[in-house]
């Protein structure tokens, strides 16, 4: 009951954001669009940032629930075109938080995923964990700073083909780099 | 100070935090040091003081109390409770507040007692609107009273989510505690649970509700309401030690006896040299607590129906939080009597 609770509040506010900006939505908009009164908001949320993050860790979690090896272009596509969907929350998530909470935010969720790549990588055993961290962190990077100047640049489907690019440049380059590190180990 | 003065400040202060919980044993006396240095001389001076005898006696029963914070309690719920205790109602709170005091020449409490009444009470609008009141003047610390508290999860369990920035507790029986209860407390993670104790066979009902609290690693206290008709019940060694292995660490004595006859008083003060458990006396610690706390000087009540009162024993009212502000029932006569230099004429003790 508790999901339900918080899933309408997260609809209402993402119709709420189709009209007017993060900054000027109040509890009171939230609660009165979805039916419930205050107190159940803030039984579930501290704020209406609380419930952003909430709606971006579900959407994410899903999207990235069951990636592997060979889906993970297919849903790299699935997340850009769901963000989309999204735009007027994503946009809006973007300038309501700082750079540095969205990158960390992202990040979160990118770091695992390229992790998972790079263990799958062949000779992904012989590389040290703080190597494997390093490759991940660049690889995270990338990503996060492709996808964020997308969103600052007002999120132009044309340009959401560098997402493909990207895909396919880390595909390749992800097994080169594990067997670089890998043999020998420390050498750089 | 200002506004990003006060995050640094915050900030200096979490990362204390962090390097005390990595070590806590060989840590704590750096950071004791350390507070010394930040925080104003006058502010908590004795308890600061005694806090220092406390952790340079490292086999004392009080040592022992304070190592179990870190193998008793949630790392989480721990560390939130010092942002919130520490930090916000103390550190960050006493200049807040003490401008608040001198500004509107008025007491600023350090704690509001808000009784929960879901039928005929204030509703969480009322209580959401009162508390942000409170935090503007330079209160950060809520204790929630009533009947069937625990039955009224939602309302206290939101407002506690919704000023992640306070302290709340809570005064209850324990009866309606259960796992999800418990569940939703550390989720907050700034609701300290307080058990009425009676002394008498009816404390066995405490087994539960403790049971709940320790397997959820949550901190909780006890509240002990006294009188002469009463107080033999409490004023003996093993009543202390069944508080202890029901893993209470704070018990709370409140009673407006006079000094002198009051028994439990006299136990206070002996099982306090010898007994992990930490034991503040309503009003008779004056010297702990700063004097009378009365008046909005530390403490004031508010009831169900929004009544400013000034003390736990004295429910004299002339203002009302439904109809006026917070700040202009401190202002009031009822409280104006409290706030002159010194002690306060006490009207609670009999």
């Known amino acids: 009951m508790s999901v339900q609770t918080e899933k309408a509040l997260a609809a209402s506010l993402k119709k709420l954001l189709t009209k007017k900006t993060l900054e000027k939505i109040t509890v009171k908009d939230i609660t009165d669009d979805c039916g419930v009164n205050r107190q159940t908001f803030y039984y579930h949320f501290h704020d209406v940032y609380d419930l952003v993050e909430w709606i971006l860790t579900e959407e994410l979690e899903e999207l990235t629930g069951e990636i592997d090896a060979e889906n993970w272009p297919e849903r790299m596509r699935r997340i850009m075109d769901r963000m989309m969907e999204d735009k007027s929350f994503v946009m809006n998530t973007y300038y309501s938080l700082t750079r540095r909470q969205l990158d960390q935010f992202l990040q979160k969720f990118i770091h695992p995923l390229i992790e998972a790549q790079l263990d799958r990588a062949k000779s992904g055993d012989a590389v040290l964990p703080e190597d494997k961290k390093f490759l991940a962190d660049m690889a995270t990077y990338a990503l996060v700073g492709i996808m964020t100047e997308w969103i600052a640049s007002g999120m132009k489907p044309e340009d959401s083909k560098v997402f493909g690019k990207v895909v396919y440049l880390l595909d390749g380059i992800l097994d080169f780099v594990v067997d670089k590190f890998a043999s020998p180990a420390g050498s750089y | ?350």
């Open chain 2, 1 to 350: 100070m200002s506004i990003v003065g006060n995050e640094i400040k915050r900030l200096g202060l979490m990362s204390m935090y962090e390097f005390l919980d990595k070590d806590p044993e060989e840590n704590l006396p750096k950071l004791v040091d350390w507070l010394d240095s930040y925080i104003h001389p006058d502010v908590l001076k004795v308890q600061r003081q005694l806090f220092r005898e406390i952790i340079e006696k490292k086999d004392s029963n009080w040592y022992q109390l304070l190592v179990s914070l870190w193998s008793d309690i949630d790392d989480d719920v721990r560390k939130t409770l010092f942002e919130n205790l520490i930090i916000n109602a103390n550190a960050l709170a006493a200049e807040t507040a003490e401008k608040s005091r001198r500004k509107y020449d008025c007491n600023i409490p350090w704690v509001i007692l808000i009784t929960l009444d879901k039928e005929h009470g204030l509703d969480f609008d009322a209580w959401d609107d009162v508390i942000e009141q409170a935090k503007s003047l330079g209160t950060f610390a809520f204790v929630f009273q009533g009947h069937n508290l625990l039955a009224n999860k939602e309302e206290m369990i939101a407002l506690c989510n919704k000023h992640a920035d306070c302290e709340f507790m809570v005064c209850t029986t324990g009866r309606y505690l259960d796992d999800d209860y418990a569940r939703q407390i550390l989720r907050v993670k700034n609701l300290i649970v307080a058990l009425n104790v009676t002394g008498t066979d009816a404390d066995r009902a405490l087994d539960r509700p403790t049971e709940i609290l320790r397997r959820f690693k949550l901190p909780y206290a006890a509240l002990i309401q006294y009188d002469r008709g009463n107080q033999e019940r409490f004023a003996t060694g093993s009543f202390f030690d069944c508080l202890i292995e029901h893993g209470v660490k704070m018990a709370f004595f409140l009673s407006s006896m006079p000094v002198e006859g009051d028994h439990v008083w006299e136990k206070i003060q002996e099982f306090r040299k010898t007994k992990p458990i930490m034991s503040i006396n309503f009003c008779k610690d004056r010297e702990l607590i700063g004097g009378c706390v009365a008046g909005g000087r530390y403490f004031c009540a508010i009831d169900a129906k929004g009544n400013l009162q000034p003390c736990f024993f004295v429910h004299d009212s002339d203002s009302n939080v439904c109809t006026d502000t917070l700040l202009h029932g401190l202002q009031s006569p009822v409280f104006q009597r409290y706030h002159v230099d010194g002690e306060p004429e006490c009207l609670a003790i009999k």
